[in-house]
């Protein structure tokens, strides 16, 4: 059976700690663990006092309830997985079969098209259009949206340009699935990162009966290293899920569970979300500047949500070969546009410890003056 690797992921996991400088991860400068607990003084007894049992195999009924009020759903919906990725995993394994037409955004994260694909579906694309700000082709989106279609993937705010969808974009994509009676699948990990607004991006849910929302930990909460994710669906579908889940990870770690349930509290979501937005806004100002300063060799659409910049570069090179330059002469990891769909674009993380981004960018100037 053909099999599609997940280029983006197989690019990070070769070379990411090969390099001095790594703009290659999505999301913001990692929260520490001590910056989580805060200075709730009995935090870290609870943590230390803490059981390392397997935990309740489909999250514990508190992060269940934290996670639907991210939502608006409620604890039934939600199963608790090990990131987002185990949540894509599952609902591409229980919806998807051979021979069934499955639809995503492109320029995209591609876990869900790859997965599609090793599923043995037939994948199209409706593009985000470089011409008009990354906006959705909605008619595209309806050309390619056919009677049979059992899937529309999309992910808002988006990875990598970080367009986030107007209410008509959406109301848009959900008549597109409700005329074929297609799933959505709406990957909201970057809510929450948003760059222009404080508010939080509206979720899917409970605009279509045929939804999953998939969320986690890792973007706009800043804690990739716990793998903590979530799929939010109808009950039954959430049953199904989670019995693959059981065979997949059995449950996400208990260690996880305990520290997601600080991160979602009211509270913590506040402190977070502004430490990550601050990061967001500061790195993007840099890029920003940084870009304007290349004279035309570099230009921006500007992102409105996510520590990333999709950089579209002006030189005839495929995007492959340009990121390789960058790590082998400038020890600095970008994604590739082709990891991503589109060519002749780089994705650069911004959200990081400004020297370190400044540092990076100067390398990459230089690696992109010398080609
Ligand atoms: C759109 C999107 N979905 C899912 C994931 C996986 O996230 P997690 O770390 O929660 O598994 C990523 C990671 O980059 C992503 O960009």
Not at 26 to 46: K, Q
Not at 101 to 106: G, I, L, N, R, S
Not at 163 to 183: C, F, H, K, N, Q
Not at 294 to 305: D, N, Q, R, T, V
């Amino acid at each position: 059976m053909s099999f599609t690797p997940f280029g983006l992921e197989e690019w990070q996991s070769r070379y990411e700690h090969t390099v001095a400088y790594n703009l290659a991860d999505s999301g913001c400068h990692p929260v520490a663990l001590s910056e989580l607990l805060g200075d709730d003084p009995e935090a870290v007894d609870r943590l230390l006092a803490s059981s390392l049992h397997y935990p309740p195999v489909g999250g514990t009924d508190a992060l269940r309830a934290l996670i639907a009020a991210w939502h608006g759903a409620t604890a039934d919906n939600v199963l608790v997985t090990v990131g987002a990725a185990e949540a894509n995993a599952i609902t591409i394994a229980g919806l998807v079969d051979p021979g069934d037409h499955v639809v995503v955004m492109e320029p995209g994260y591609r876990q869900v098209r790859g997965l599609a694909l090793n599923a043995g579906a037939e994948v199209d694309a409706f593009p985000l259009d470089p011409g008009h700000q990354w906006r959705p082709d909605l008619d595209a989106l309806n050309r390619v949206v056919r009677p049979g279609t059992k899937l529309i993937a999309v992910t808002n705010p988006n990875n990598p340009v970080g367009a986030i969808l107007t209410p008509s974009e959406v109301d848009a994509i959900v008549a597109a699935a409700e005329r074929v009676g297609a799933w959505i699948l709406a990957d909201e990990v970057y809510r929450g990162t948003e760059r222009l607004t404080d508010e939080v991006t509206p979720s899917f849910w409970g605009r279509y009966d045929k939804l999953v929302c998939v969320g986690g930990l890792s973007k706009a909460f800043g804690l990739p290293g716990l793998r903590l994710g979530w799929l939010v669906a109808p009950p039954w579908l959430r049953e199904a899920a989670w019995r693959r889940h059981e065979y997949a990870t059995i449950a996400a770690a208990s260690l996880s569970m305990h520290l997601a349930e600080i991160a979602l509290r009211p509270a913590t979501i506040d402190r977070l979300l502004t430490r990550n937005r601050s990061l967001i806004r500061d790195g993007y100002t840099r890029l920003q500047q940084w870009i304007d300063r290349s004279e035309g060799l570099l230009s921006i659409a500007p992102p409105h949500a996510t520590a990333l910049g999709f950089v579209r570069y002006h030189l005839p090179r495929p995007s492959i070969e340009i990121a390789h330059a960058i790590r082998e002469h400038g020890d600095v990891l970008v994604g590739a546009g082709a990891h991503f769909g589109v060519e002749h674009h780089l994705r650069i993380t911004h959200g990081l410890a400004v020297g370190y981004v400044d540092a990076a960018l100067s390398s990459i100037t230089r690696v992109l003056n010398s080609l």
